[in-house]
């Protein structure tokens, strides 16, 4: 089945250690996006990239870091530099066309704790 | 620059009577938009999109949305709510012929059905 898979579902980190969440997908979709997701405060855009090796920022961009080599990966990196990292992590990703433009699939989530 | 706003952070509604979630957003150009849903601990699903024509759009699970350009806004409403519809919900806008398709989302609202 054709879908978005991320991992891990749970992680625990120390502060000032950097974190990589993976993000692949099976869709053949050119866009892939991080989000991030907070009580109160809805999902908020961390980086998206439209076609490989091209990324851009999205509104809480600082304390991250992405790549995007292949098209099917897009993992999200968690940075010391991240003063509140603990929060629930979503990767989505959308294809083009008229109807799947802009529609975003989402994976099931990481949940990053920081102790 | 893009926002959502989603003024309301809880919905009641019992059983059988209609709802309405509300959304109102901010773009340059025209809008595309969107409505999620999120049940608990689960990813979010796509419910229905609105980019041109009719602004009465019809989703998944009985759902449907207005858009209305002379107020920016894009409700969401049901006409009979039943309690398997309480979950959180998010409205989401990119804008037209946006190369770089930088989705937004609001806040959340979380819509309880009582019985």
């Known amino acids: 089945d054709g879908g978005i898979t991320q991992s891990p579902k749970y992680l625990f980190r120390k502060e000032g250690q950097n974190v990589t969440l993976s993000c692949e997908q099976n869709?053949?979709?050119?866009?892939m996006y991080w989000y991030r997701q907070d009580p109160g405060q809805g999902l908020r855009l961390i980086y998206y990239s439209q076609i490989v090796n091209d990324f851009q920022k999205g509104d809480i961009a600082e304390g991250y870091s992405v790549s995007r080599e292949k098209k099917e990966s897009f993992p999200l990196t968690v940075t010391s530099a991240q003063k509140n990292p603990t929060a629930f992590y979503l990767c989505?990703?959308?294809?083009?066309?008229?109807?799947?433009?802009?529609?975003?699939?989402f994976g099931a989530g990481s949940r990053l704790t920081v102790l | 620059a893009q926002s959502v706003a989603q003024p309301e952070d809880q919905v009641n509604v019992a059983e059988g009577n209609p709802l309405t979630v509300k959304c109102t957003y901010s773009v340059s150009g025209n809008p595309y938009l969107f409505w999620y849903v999120q049940y608990p601990n689960r990813g979010l699903q796509f419910l229905l999109k609105y980019i041109t024509g009719d602004n009465l759009v019809k989703g998944s699970y009985g759902f449907e949305a207005e858009f209305n350009k002379s107020q920016t806004s894009f409700h969401l409403k049901k006409p009979s709510a039943l309690v398997s519809d309480s979950a959180l919900y998010f409205c989401?806008?990119?804008?037209?012929?946006?190369?770089?398709?930088?989705?937004?989302f609001g806040s959340g609202t979380r819509l309880s059905i009582r019985p």
């Open positions: 989401a806008v990119t804008s037209w012929g946006s190369s770089a398709s930088k989705i937004i």
């Open positions: 869709l053949n979709h050119d866009a």
């Open positions: 989505a990703s959308s294809g083009q066309g008229p109807s799947g433009a802009n529609v975003l699939t």
